[in-house]
């Protein structure tokens, strides 16, 4: 069941068209990485999806279409791209706040799970001024679960929080995903992504550039593997002959003592490079081949 669909979804600031015609579809229990260098759109994207915008042209269809946009909003929980506190106002407060004004009714008792459920359970008295930049995240993520909506649009729900930080965020969206909850995030930490999404979507310049499964853009890129060669020392005169092979079948070639990466674009030249050090009685140590990382696609994307 598709959750999100949008039909050319367009938003244009002035003469600048910032989303340009996105027609994209997430579907219940994935964990979509919605991925884009500064400024591709992302945000504009998600404040779209979640009312906060109005589309210049295209449509937005939610939740299969079935319940009322009225309804929308009690269904989904937001992590601004920026959120704001009340210095004065404690982590329980302001889940009771937010509560109020998404017309939901929050226990105290709910209120305290979800803090736990964020790590913030200890600090549920203090008052927000008192906050580390990386505890206000998590208090954005607290805000998002407030009434167990059952779709997630998180804005960098981990930058700007230190590594351990980072992680129990990570397995907190993990844990969200296994109990049913569907997760549209954005997020620069590419590591996290190719870790947690099972779907991502590489935006540039307002249009979606690339989209699939992390297997599905390692595919439709397998140009970009690579070969890490580990081998026995080589003959002073043996080099400048197998470098040029190697320069000729493949790309970015580093080579180290004992040790060289090339990226190639077919089998037949991971084979052609070993024949090649066999044939020049160089012993091989090890051959490993290496699916390109989403670091590397998303770059030449
Ligand atoms: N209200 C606005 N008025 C004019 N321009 C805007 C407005 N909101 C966003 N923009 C511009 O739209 C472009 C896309 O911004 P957006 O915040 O959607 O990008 P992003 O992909 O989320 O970037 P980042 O990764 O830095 O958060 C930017 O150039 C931004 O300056």
């Not at 009312?51 to 295209?58: A, D, L, N």
């Not at 954005?140 to 779709?151: C, F, K, N, R």
Request: with cysteine; charged share 25%.
């Amino acid at each position: 069941m598709a959750l999100v669909e949008t039909n050319q979804l367009t938003k244009r600031f002035g003469e600048r068209t910032v989303v340009d015609g996105v027609t994209l579809s997430v579907n219940a229990g994935e964990i979509f990485g919605f991925l884009g260098k500064n400024g591709a759109g992302k945000s504009t994207f998600i404040n779209m999806l979640t009312g906060i915008i109005r589309p210049t042209s295209g449509t937005i269809r939610m939740f299969d279409g079935v319940g009322q946009p009225d309804d929308w909003k009690r269904r989904i929980g937001v992590l601004p791209d920026y959120s704001t506190f009340y210095d004065s106002l404690t982590a329980l407060d302001h889940l009771r706040y937010l509560a109020r004004v998404k017309g939901i009714r929050l226990s105290k008792k709910e209120c305290e799970r979800i803090l736990e459920d964020v790590g913030l359970a200890e600090h549920a008295g203090r008052k927000a001024k008192t906050f580390s930049f990386g505890m206000k995240k998590k208090l954005g993520i607290a805000q998002a679960l407030a009434g167990d909506p059952e779709l997630l649009f998180l804005d960098e729900p981990t930058s700007g929080v230190d590594v351990e930080s980072a992680l129990q965020i990570q397995q907190l969206l993990l844990r969200l995903h296994k109990q049913g909850k569907t997760i549209f995030m954005t997020s620069h930490n590419l590591h996290e992504v190719e870790k947690i999404c099972t779907r991502i979507a590489i935006m540039k310049a307002g249009k979606i550039a690339s989209l699939g499964s992390l297997a599905e853009l390692q595919a439709a890129h397998r140009s970009w593997r690579t070969v890490r060669v580990r081998h026995s020392q080589l003959a002073a005169e043996q080099k400048p002959e197998l470098v040029a092979f190697a320069e000729c079948i493949g790309r970015h070639l580093q080579w180290e003592e004992g040790r060289f990466s090339l990226q190639v674009d077919d089998d037949q030249n991971v084979a052609a490079l070993v024949r090649a050090l066999v044939q020049a009685r160089v012993d091989i140590y090890g051959v490993h081949v290496e699916e390109p990382s989403l670091e590397r696609i998303f770059l030449e994307e």
